[in-house]
């Protein structure tokens, strides 16, 4: 079949090398693309939130399958965009709809929904400017640190965790009042903070039945130790060794299963990924946010990991036989390392000569996957703040770690840095 791939970052390209080694996958298009996916399908000029260059190419190029990378475009509709149109209607586009997206695109909506179906999660209240004084009332009486989320999509930024009621007030004035987020922030939820480690659980669903396809931690913060500021993820482990098979049956029984019932229940329309964002607490799973697409940089580890044909299960998840197909894992233990570019998640320049990725990709175990990279002058160069990613494999998380980055000390940038404690906690 004819596949076409909509987004352009490490994601997409840890997609397009899964998908490129199905014997489903006859042509394989990537809008808009990156240098990385360049040299597994064909790059096509067109953003992903341009819905009629994506089904023109899409007409054009005979496209069985869409598969959607980022949130923006799901959660503006191109699933319905496609699906409603009669001349797309039969491609098989992998994602919700505008309104099942809405679990990624609302904060308040996927709280809720979580409330409805009695899914664990922080106890929450929401604020708009409307009732304001109401939420600065609410920060001054509630315990610390406290979680003030913009309701709407931030581009990960608009989640603050606050130590201090002066801290929070502050970024609730500035969040609804000052727009920090634009109309993401019109409204604000505050949230309990949960004390425990941060993981995540990937499953693929038709809307009424799932397959877990993999899970991981990832590491936000710049720093090491985790220190400094958020990004958007300097690193990846799987599997995570305290993700065991009672700790996975209780968040399938209390998480997976209720939000998959409750899609079903709500009529929602959900064909596609669910990202589980949780928290272990002491062993006790709750649910900070969910995500209607695989994450970045985990989706780096967890494809390499699944042995699943991954073409094959999206074809399941279309033609309602989802529920049959038995999910495969490598034994090996997967890791991937973010190297990002100088100042990020700040202020960054752009447009740095990258040196060493043919070198990196010889290494073996080893798979860079590009995400903020570009062509400049026949040469690729930094076009982002999280550059590329160095995944490796090994018998151990520790051993997988070393690898990655001994692969990134090959490949030089200006400006560049990478975390060298990427997994830490498991080194023993």
Known sequence: MNILIVGGGG????????????????????????????????????????????????????IDLIVVGPEDPLVNGIFDYFSKDEATAHINVIGPSAEAAQLEGSKAFSKHFMQRHGIPTAAYAEFTHANYEEGVEYIKAHALPIVLKADGLAAGKGVIIAFTHQEALASFEEMIQNKQFGEASSKVVIEQ????????????????????????????????????????????????????????QKVEARIIKPTIQGIQSENLVYKGFVFFGLMNCEGEPYVIEYNCRLGD????VILPRLQTDLVSLLAAADNGTLQDVNIEYQT???????????????????????QGLSESANVPGVIVFQAGTGFKDNAIVTKGGRVLTATAQGNTLKEAVEIAQNALSNIQFEGMYFRRDIGYEFES
């Open 193 to 248: 903070f949960l004390e425990g480690i941060e993981v995540s659980v990937f499953a693929l669903t038709d809307g009424q039945s799932y397959q877990i396809i993999g899970h991981a931690k990832d590491y936000k913060r710049i720093g090491e130790g985790d220190t400094g500021l958020n990004t958007g993820g300097m690193g990846c482990v799987s599997p995570v060794p305290f993700m065991d098979k009672n700790f996975m």
């Open 297 to 300: 940089p985990e989706t780096e």
């Open 11 to 62: 994601r997409e390209h840890a997609l397009a090398w899964k998908m490129a080694q199905s014997h489903h996958c006859d042509n394989l298009f990537i809008a808009p693309g990156n240098p990385g996916t360049a040299s597994i399908g064909t790059n096509v000029a067109i953003e992903v939130n341009d819905f009629v260059g994506l089904k023109n190419c899409a007409l054009e190029n005979a």
């Open 332 to 354: 090996a233990a997967f890791a991937t390392v973010m190297a990002v570019s100088g100042g990020y998640p700040g202020n960054y320049q752009k447009d740095f000569t990258i």
